[in-house]
């Protein structure tokens, strides 16, 4: 049996046909009779948006951390004198804030400091990749590369991915709408 649907245009004119699989169709018969009542076409899947994995959600974060400090300069920050932030733009980069905690913490956490940060936690992440599950170890999943060892005898001690390390690198944006909270379960 095969099925087809009508395309028609504006006017209600049929201009083709498109097939419909078998499967996509349901027969509804007349409960008193038997007879062929109509056809119910199963919309198609609608397509879900696959969910974020963990090393995408970090990726993702630590390039708007990158495009920030960027935004920011890219460059260093000092503490000019006393309370006096120092951004490396003239003649706008001074920046006189009154108290030099604030001043001195902002020149630690700069731009330079920043962009290196993104770059250690890219090459965490990289490390801690996600490995297929080795066929000896069932109902694991995917195992982290890093995590997991492997033996020369063949055995293979794996740690379940996303590991700890990835889950900590993500704990600072627990906040953030793509953040999953499983990601925080089951840490040690
Ligand atoms: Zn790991």
């Known amino acids: 049996m095969s099925y ?29 009779t038997g007879e062929i009542a109509g056809y119910l076409v199963h919309p198609p899947p609608t397509p879900t948006v696959a969910a ?8 993702a974060r630590i390039a708007e951390d990158e495009a920030a400090a960027k935004e920011a300069g890219g460059n260093v920050w000092t503490e000019q004198s006393s309370g006096v932030l120092d951004t490396g733009e003239w ?5 006189a804030l009154g108290d ?12 330079v400091r920043v962009l290196a940060e993104c770059d250690a936690k890219r090459r965490i992440i990289e490390l801690h990749a996600s490995l297929p599950q080795p066929p000896m170890l069932r109902a694991v999943g995917n195992v982290c590369a890093e995590c997991s060892s492997s033996f020369e005898d063949g055995h293979v001690e794996g740690v379940a991915w996303p590991c700890d390390t990835l889950r900590l690198l993500a704990l600072p944006y627990v906040d953030h709408p793509d953040y999953r909270k499983e990601w925080a379960d089951g840490m040690r």
Do not use: C, Q
């Not at 030099?100 to 700069?110: G, K």
């Open 4 to 32: 087809h649907k009508v395309e028609r245009d504006n006017d209600g004119r049929p201009i083709g046909l498109t097939p419909i699989a078998p499967e996509d169709v349901t027969v509804v018969r007349d409960g008193a």
């Open 52 to 59: 974020v994995t963990l090393t995408e959600f970090l990726l």
């Open 100 to 111: 030099s905690r604030v001043t001195r913490f902002i020149a630690e956490h700069d731009p």
């Open 91 to 95: 003649p706008d980069g001074v920046h």
